[in-house]
């Protein structure tokens, strides 16, 4: 139970977009969207199935097209240029990741704690409950920011900013999966989910609260 499967990490990406595209300008109607989120998850959610326990030296480039997936899902949907589109990417993408690893952390936690039965409708439960509560704070979060997001433009120096932090936490988050044997990664399973889910979430604020900075930088520059 050590590796999460991919297909919840391709459920939680698309919950992510969906939600910060339900709160940005939109460049589609309603059917559009259907039909290209609806390919979206068909899409992502087999390439992950079929992806799914590669050998590290696929797991690169496989999140390089991940992350390129998310991308073209976000600047097709919204109104945005190339660079805010990248901002929103690693934003869904981070937000993605938390809500995969905390599902699963959670889980193997009630397994071996609470002696929970592993089952698939145990599984579907726990999936269902926890990231419906999760993307009901996120969306209440988010709809905070529905004005900054209508008006928001990113340069190349804050489009750089976000795919650093982005970047950082990925590998950090990631360590003890990518470097298994290196001084800084921990052999204990949930040790490894306590810090990847932990880091994961510090992305999520970390970028939220720069996104609500840049938000009023830009207010206070159209004064």
């Known amino acids: ?21 339900w709160f ?17 998850l068909t899409v992502l959610v087999s390439i992950m199935t ?14 390089l097209l991940y992350i390129g997936m998310i991308y073209g899902d976000i600047y097709i949907n919204c109104l945005y240029d190339a660079r805010t589109a990248v901002h929103f990417a690693v934003r869904a993408f981070i937000v993605g990741e938390f809500a995969a690893s905390f ?6 936690y009630a397994i071996n704690n609470w002696k929970i039965p592993h089952s698939r409708l ?14 009901i704070t996120f969306a209440q979060l ?21 795919l650093t932090i982005g970047v950082i936490v990925f590998i950090m988050s990631n360590f003890s999966f990518i470097f ?14 306590f810090i990847r889910t932990l880091v994961d979430l510090g992305g999520v604020a970390i970028l939220f609260g720069y996104h609500v900075q840049l938000g009023e930088l830009m207010v206070n520059l159209e004064k």
């Open 180 to 193: 298994e044997n290196s001084p800084f990664s921990s052999p204990f399973i949930s040790e490894i989910f």
């Open 1 to 21: 139970m050590i590796h999460t499967p991919g297909v919840y990490y391709a459920l939680t990406y698309w919950l992510a977009c969906n939600l910060l595209i």
């Open 50 to 63: 079929l992806s799914d326990d590669k050998s590290n030296v696929m797991f690169v480039p496989l999140m």
């Open 103 to 108: 599902e699963w952390h959670i889980y193997y």
């Open 142 to 162: 988010e709809k905070k920011n529905r004005e900054i997001n209508a008006k928001l433009r990113i340069n190349y120096s804050q489009m750089v900013s976000t």
């Open 24 to 40: 940005s300008p939109k460049r589609l109607n309603s059917k559009q969207r259907i039909v290209v989120q609806g390919i979206f």
């Open 122 to 135: 145990t599984d579907l439960l726990f999936v269902t409950v926890i990231h419906a509560l999760l993307f």
